[in-house]
């Protein structure tokens, strides 16, 4: 089992930054590709950004150079720095974990953090 925790959502303006962390515990954090995901009322969870076990990075059109994952296997950690935020990018934002050849898949994933919430203001 691997408990997910996020943190570092908030309010913030259009244009505006911020970082979200997801610090993992249990099983080996290293084993694990990460991702990050996003849900609006009545829609299903969106991939946004995904990290592997060797550091391989992949990211959806839709964030592609605003957002960067990275990870930090001695922190059993995972960041999403996010950029030029949008109102649109308004979600509850996820932290998955998962196999490297699936990460970006939603039903794919073995875990999921409980989500925090990301509000941006026009």
């Known amino acids: 089992q691997v408990h997910l925790v996020e943190s570092g959502g908030g309010l913030v303006q259009a244009g505006g930054s911020l970082r979200l962390s997801c610090a993992a515990s249990?099983?080996?954090?290293?084993?694990?590709?990460m991702g990050w995901f996003r849900q609006t009322p009545g829609k299903g969870r969106e991939f946004l950004a995904a990290?592997?076990?060797?550091?391989?990075?992949h990211y959806a059109d839709s964030v592609k150079g605003r957002f960067t994952i990275s990870r930090d296997n001695a922190k059993n950690t995972v960041y999403l720095q996010m950029a030029s935020l949008k109102p649109e990018d308004t979600a509850v934002y996820y932290c998955?974990?998962?196999?490297?050849?699936?990460?970006?898949?939603?039903?794919?994933?073995?875990?999921w953090g409980q989500g925090t919430q990301v509000t941006v203001s026009s």
């Open positions: 998955a974990a998962g196999n490297d050849n699936y990460i970006t898949k939603a039903p794919s994933i073995y875990y």
């Open positions: 990290i592997s076990t060797s550091a391989t990075t």
């Open positions: 249990g099983r080996t954090f290293s084993n694990y590709a």
